[in-house]
Each structure stands twice: as structure tokens, then as C-alpha cells.
């Protein structure tokens, strides 16, 4: 064997390896205690006017519908479980969808904040994904950046009047990978490498994440759309209740 | 169908007075993360693996298994933690890749390894919380927090709601999968797209349905039951605050015997 083709087999086998070793491709939950004190409480303050604008919102709406508890309820339920069922991914691992980037474009981005942390709380102590002391950072990354990214994407696609699946799929996988993103830079902020400093730990963490994140976003945009097409063909009745607005 | 719920409700700390439960998983979970010493780790992983297992009665196979969840997340960002990407080559370890190295330090792997058992015994508090405690408790201890009423209201809805809806997502990706609807990748995709259209359709229609049934039963925002009370046992507080006492003894004395 060449040096060249010694180089390829030693790279062919990390890559096997590196996919052999995902046995669950979960969203980026980061788990109980990884992050230090300081970190936590900032990411927590950081979170609390999202949280505190979507509690309001949601006390506005109950206050002129009080039917729409049940509702609310219902679609947190909804996330939750859609969010702890295996899909069908790309290697045949199992892997979770977020759920809050198809939250988003249904319900809003600041009613999903709030029922993100309800999520989050229930997916650290029922399935132990996450953790109460990283509730904060998971918030931030899960209930706050990603579903805001995708309705700014998914209200932009409305405006140039784009296609309706490339809009949704743009919008939910977008929303994904900028949630992949944020919790990469929340790692290495509170980790900065010993030689580069938290740019180059940012970079270390991306790549780390990368063979189970990036094709979950783009499942995760395949399916939200497929699942968002399939509500507006048999669900206009039901869309109308939760106030969304559809191809307006 | 959610097994940290099912063992929950048989754990032989379950009728426990909640808060005391509570006060205790997240006092030595503060005091863990914040401290986030090696010995600490170790004497809590201990002590809330043999009160988990041991006074709750979880299978210790189970514990494992559960303990075992966070693994991936933890080797992968641990990884990343301690390998660097760079020209010079650090202390512990230099594997050379063209110009660069993928090098570590002494000093990055004993980070490492701390970071590791923090995160297990901070992941060993938090099950013992929920292996004895079920979530309508937790939620009575969050009223007595003040933590607002809707936000309670809505917890404990969607906390309802969650097995309603699980059970009919479960129905129908049985009766899809008996129909061969996950043949291959796109069966599948599509599958799982209509099994999510008509759970959520089914799921605004209950909704509907329950909040007529709720309303007809004097239904007005809030949900009252009479809670039962479980008093706290002086002896138990009494543990605990030793216990909790001792931690912080323990960490203040290793701190400052690390800095003379």
C-alpha cells in the first residue's frame, strides 16, 4: 500500500467509527451539570424577558378566549411527544426532532418560548434529556434563538412571496442549525480551548456535533414541511382555532 | 410508556414529604455544579446511587441503563474539550496531522475528568428527584415557591395530556408499521408526516372536547384537589441538613488545603 492509500483507510475508518458511535442522535440537549455556576444563571436572566413576554401574550389570550387553555396545553403536549418519538433519519440511528421550530410557524415564537421551558423541564425529569441546572442555556438555544430564527425565515419567505415547501423546509432546518450553533457557542464559551482561545473551542464543537446535527436539521425541515402541507390539505378548521394565519 | 414516570410511582421513597426531597436534590445539586470537586462528586454519586437504589427500590440494572442516557452528549463535548487543534504540540498527548497536531494537556485531561464526574453526580441528583418524586408532587412544591398559578395550571395540563397524546400517536405508528408504512426511508418519512397531521388534529379536537367536559364540571382556570399531606420527619431534616452540612464542610476544606 501507498502512504495515500494508507491516509484513506485510516480516514475511512475514523468516518465508520465516528457514525458507529451514535447510537441516539438527540437535539442538542446539554446535560445536567456540564455547565458551570455563572453560565447558568446568565443564560437563565438572559431568558427571562422572552419568557416574560410570551407569559403575558399567553395571559392576554386566555383573558379573551379562555377556551384556548386547553389548546395550549394540547400543542405543549404535542412538542413534547413529537419531540421524544424516533424518526426515521438518514443512517438508520434514531434520532428526535426539536419540535419548536414547527412550534414556531403554528403558534408564534413568543407562545413558544414559554411552552419550550414547560417542555424543557418536562424532557429533563421525564426522559433526562437536558437538566434543570442548563435549563437556562437550553431555553436560550431551544425555546428562544431557534424558533425565532425560523419564523423571521419562514415571515421573509411570505414577504418575496417564495415557495410554500421551500419556505417551511428553509425555515424549520435554518432554525435548526442556528439552534446547533448557539449551543456550540454556549459550550465554548463557558470551555475556551487551551491554545486559541473560545473561537477555536467553538470550531472543536461544531465539528464534534456535526455528523448527528446537520442531517437532523435537514430531516427535521423535510418533515415539518410535510407535516405542515399535510395540515393545510385537512386541518383548516383546526389551524383557524390556534389563530394561524396560513398562505395569507 | 415513559419509564422514569412508571418507576417513579413505585419507588419506596415516594410518600416522602415532597419538599424535603426536593430541598435536598437541588441544594447538593448547587453545591456540586458550583464547587465541582472531584471528592464531592464522588461521595455524592455515592450517596444518592444507594438511596436511589437502595431505599427506592430501582432496579440497579435499570439505574444503569438510565445513568447511561447522557453518555453520547458527554463523550462527544468531552472530546471536544480536551483535544485542541494546533501548530505546537501541548504536554499530554501530540498526534501530528501535516502541519498541525491534534494535541491535549495534563492539565485539560484532569479538567476533563472532573467535568465528567460533576456532570454524572449533577445527572445522579437530578434522577433522584425524579425516581421517588412523581410530577404532580413536584408541582405542589413549585406552589408553595410561588411560582405563578397559570404557569402550574399549564404544567399540569400538558402533563395530562402528554400520555393522551402519546397513547394515540402510539396506536396509530402500530397500525402503521402493520400496514409495512416503514418499508423503506421515504414509507417511513411520509409515515411519520400523517401519523403527526392527524395526531394534531386529534389532539385540537380533544382539546375542544375536554374543555366543554371541564366546563361542565364548574371549571374556572384553576384545577383543586385536596393535596395529601405527608408531614416532614424531624429525623429525615435532621439528615439532611447533615448531610448538606458536611458537603459544604467537605468542599470548603478541600479548597482551602488546594490553595495553601
Not at chain 1, 422572552?50 to 389570550?61: D, H, S
Request: with cysteine; hydrophobic share 50%.
Amino acid at each position: 500500500m501507498t502512504r495515500k492509500q494508507k491516509k484513506l483507510i485510516a480516514g475511512i475508518t475514523v468516518c465508520s467509527l465516528m457514525t458507529g458511535i451514535y447510537p441516539a442522535a438527540n437535539a442538542m440537549h446539554i446535560m445536567e451539570g456540564y455547565l458551570p455556576v455563572t453560565f447558568c444563571i446568565a443564560w437563565g436572566v438572559l431568558c427571562l424577558p422572552f419568557a416574560a413576554a410570551g407569559f403575558l401574550k399567553i395571559k392576554k389570550t386566555l383573558a379573551e378566549n379562555p377556551r384556548a387553555v386547553t389548546l395550549l396545553a394540547m400543542s405543549g403536549a404535542f412538542i413534547f411527544v413529537i419531540s421524544s418519538l424516533k424518526i426515521p433519519s438518514v443512517t438508520g440511528s434514531c434520532s428526535h426532532m426539536t419540535g419548536t421550530g414547527f412550534g414556531a410557524i403554528l403558534f408564534g415564537p413568543c407562545t413558544v418560548s414559554v411552552l419550550g421551558i414547560i417542555v424543557l423541564v418536562f424532557q429533563a425529569v421525564l426522559l433526562a434529556h437536558g437538566g434543570l441546572t442548563t435549563l437556562g442555556a437550553n431555553t436560550f438555544s431551544m425555546a428562544v434563538a431557534g424558533p425565532f430564527v425560523t419564523y423571521g425565515i419562514y415571515k421573509l419567505c411570505q414577504k418575496c412571496r417564495a415557495n410554500r415547501k421551500a419556505a417551511v423546509f428553509l425555515a424549520a432546518s435554518l432554525g435548526d442549525l442556528f439552534t446547533y450553533c448557539v449551543t456550540s457557542v454556549q459550550l465554548a464559551l463557558a470551555y475556551p480551548s487551551e491554545s486559541g482561545g473560545i473561537a477555536a473551542s467553538a470550531v472543536k464543537f461544531l465539528g464534534v456535533f456535526a455528523p448527528t446535527q446537520i442531517p437532523l436539521a435537514i430531516v427535521e425541515g423535510l418533515l415539518t414541511t410535510a407535516i405542515v402541507i399535510c395540515l393545510e390539505a385537512f386541518a383548516k378548521s383546526e389551524l383557524k382555532l390556534i389563530g394561524y394565519k396560513g398562505e395569507a | 410508556m415513559i419509564i422514569i414516570d412508571r418507576l417513579c410511582y413505585t419507588s419506596g421513597l415516594r410518600y416522602v414529604n415532597a419538599m424535603e426531597k426536593f430541598v435536598f436534590s437541588m441544594l447538593t445539586l448547587l453545591l456540586c455544579v458550583s464547587s465541582r470537586s472531584v471528592t464531592a462528586a464522588v461521595l455524592v454519586l455515592f450517596v444518592t446511587g444507594i438511596l436511589t437504589v437502595g431505599k427506592g427500590g430501582i432496579p440497579l440494572s435499570r439505574y444503569i441503563r438510565l445513568m447511561s442516557i447522557p453518555l453520547v452528549f458527554l463523550f462527544l463535548s468531552t472530546a471536544a474539550v480536551l483535544v485542541n487543534i494546533s501548530r505546537t504540540p501541548l504536554d499530554a498527548f501530540a498526534i501530528p496531522f501535516g502541519s498541525f497536531y491534534l494535541t491535549g494537556s495534563v492539565k485539560g485531561i484532569l479538567r476533563g475528568a472532573q467535568l465528567i464526574l460533576t456532570a454524572l453526580a449533577s445527572v445522579s441528583c437530578l434522577y433522584f428527584l425524579s425516581l421517588s418524586t412523581p410530577l404532580t408532587d413536584i408541582l405542589g412544591v413549585l406552589k408553595k415557591l410561588h411560582v405563578p398559578g397559570l404557569i402550574i395550571e399549564l404544567m399540569l395540563l400538558i402533563y395530562r395530556y402528554i400520555f393522551i397524546t402519546l397513547h394515540t400517536a402510539s396506536a396509530i405508528l402500530t397500525s402503521q408499521k402493520s400496514r409495512l408504512g416503514n418499508k423503506n426511508l421515504r414509507t417511513a418519512r411520509k409515515a411519520f408526516a400523517a401519523m403527526a397531521g392527524s395526531l394534531f388534529i386529534l389532539s385540537v379536537r380533544r382539546s375542544c372536547a375536554l374543555y366543554d367536559a371541564m366546563e361542565a364540571r364548574c371549571y374556572n382556570g384553576r384545577i383543586q384537589v385536596l393535596k395529601e399531606e405527608r408531614p416532614a420527619r424531624y429525623s429525615e431534616i435532621f439528615c439532611i441538613a447533615g448531610f448538606e452540612v458536611f458537603l459544604f464542610a467537605l468542599i470548603v476544606v478541600l479548597k482551602c488545603k488546594n490553595s495553601i
